[in-house]
T-cell receptor
């Protein structure tokens, strides 16, 4: 299957700092990428949908000024957690939908674990 | 609003058993349904994808069925092995969104 890479895989930061997480589609072009958040022992919660070259669409209850999403190219989307606080500590996972995709299958990155001290 | 539920929430079995994991969804207007595996602290690995027009898909020891009208899907794992231990998630595609189920934590012991 297609490969989606996330970086960093884990990050620890101090409260009040900003953290950027990258999501790359390595062997295909992704018109649409999705960002999910997962708390321990819970399922994935969709945060936002990003389309290349346009503003992201955020799910209800997700602060767009807190979680900045940029999808500047067909192979890269970034999630920036601004002014991070301990409650932002979570596992963040991205997924990508291919440009030529006609099956609708989504491929996921390995996830990024954020710990805010 | 689409809701996806998985039963059971957890399952512990001896190796060799055949298993059935259940997934139900409230709105049958789905584009497709996907089953994933997630190991602790890791991302998701896609196992099987069933289009809305299909009834089932098979890959090795895995078989997934879809009954869209009743809002159900099952994942059948044959001859389970300790390496199958993980959390299994089903997800339905609605428009451009993938809605995840609550997951089934599977433990297969030797």
């Amino acid at each position: 299957g297609a490969v989606v890479s996330q970086h960093p895989s884990w990050v620890i930061c101090k409260s009040g700092t900003s953290v950027k997480i990258e999501c790359r589609s390595l062997d295909f072009q992704a018109t649409t990428m999705f960002w999910y958040r997962q708390f321990p022992k819970q399922s994935l919660m969709l945060m936002a949908t990003s389309n290349e070259g346009s503003k992201a669409t955020y799910e209800q209850g997700v602060e767009k000024d807190k979680f900045l999403i940029n999808h500047a190219s067909l192979t890269l989307s970034t999630l920036t957690v601004t002014s991070a606080h301990p409650e932002d500590s979570s596992f963040y996972i991205c997924s990508a939908l291919g440009l030529a995709e006609n099956t609708g299958e989504l491929f996921f990155g390995e996830g990024s674990r954020l710990t805010v001290l | 609003k689409q809701e996806v539920t998985q039963i059971p929430a957890a399952l512990s079995v001896p190796e060799g058993e055949n298993l059935v994991l259940n997934c139900s969804f409230t709105d049958s207007a789905i584009y497709n349904l996907q089953w994933f595996r997630q190991d602790p602290g890791k991302g998701l690995t896609s196992l099987l994808l069933i289009q809305s027009s299909q009834r089932e898909q098979t890959s090795g020891r895995l078989n997934a069925s879809l009954d869209k009208s009743s809002g159900r899907s099952t994942l059948y794992i044959a001859a389970s092995q300790p390496g199958d231990s993980a959390t299994y998630l089903c997800a339905v595609r609605v428009a451009d969104k993938l809605i995840f189920g609550t997951g089934t934590r599977l433990q297969v012991f030797p």
